[in-house]
Each structure stands twice: as C-alpha cells, then as structure tokens.
Nanobody, 126 residues
C-alpha cells in the first residue's frame, strides 16, 4: 500500500519561492504516477503537475509553466514541487496524489488517482 505525506507549505509574500515535498512510502511501481493538485477556497481541486515514476516524464498545467517544476528523487522516494514567483492566486491547499499510469503522460483528473495525502497549505500574500 502506497502512502503519501506532504510537507513544505507555509505563508510567503508574492514573488517568493517554496518547495513542497511528497514522501512516498511503500514501493511505487515504474508505471506509478505522482501528481500535485491544489484546491483554492471555494474551488475545485485542480491539477498542477505530474511525473511518471519510472520514465520521469512530466506534465505541468499552463497556469504554472515556467514557475513551478516537479521532480522526483528515486532513492529518497520523494517528489518535489519547486514553486517560484509565487502569486496570491497560488494560495491553496496542495495535495499529493498517486495512481497507476493510464497514458503516455501523467493524468490530470483527480478521479484517476487512488492515493492521496492530507494536503499542505500554501498562502501567498500580496
């Protein structure tokens, strides 16, 4: 059974950087996908970025391209979300999700992921 635990959230000013971590316990398969989603207050849970564990193939949502970057550490079994140039609209609870690969690129719909972390709050002040 794979378990996911997020860390690294916090309160920062606009323009700052943060790095979120998702510790993956258990033994993810090569075709396992780990993704970051976020839910802003009153909104749906939106895809941010995803990575295929074996190949390292990544996908980023257009809203974060050029500012956020997802990566993984195979040895440490950790997936990172490096966030730069943060904006107030990035304020949300960020969730780490895991699921088996269904396509050549990471899935983007929450329903395609079966494992979820508890979430970590990111607040960006203006």
């Amino acid at each position: 059974q794979v378990q996911l635990v997020e860390s690294g959230g916090g309160l920062v000013q606009a323009g700052a950087s943060l790095r979120l971590s998702c510790a993956v316990s258990g033994r993810p398969y090569l075709n396992y996908v780990v993704a970051w989603f976020r839910r802003a207050l009153g909104k749906e849970r939106d895809f941010v970025a995803g990575i295929i564990w074996g190949s390292g193939t990544t996908t980023h949502d257009d809203s974060v391209k050029g500012r956020f970057s997802i990566s993984r550490d195979n040895v440490g079994r950790t997936v990172y979300l490096q966030m730069t140039s943060l904006k107030p609209e990035d304020t949300a609870i960020y969730y780490c999700a895991g699921g088996l690969q269904r396509s050549r690129t990471p899935m983007t719909r929450p329903s395609e992921y079966g494992h979820w972390g508890q979430g970590t709050q990111v607040t960006v002040s203006s």
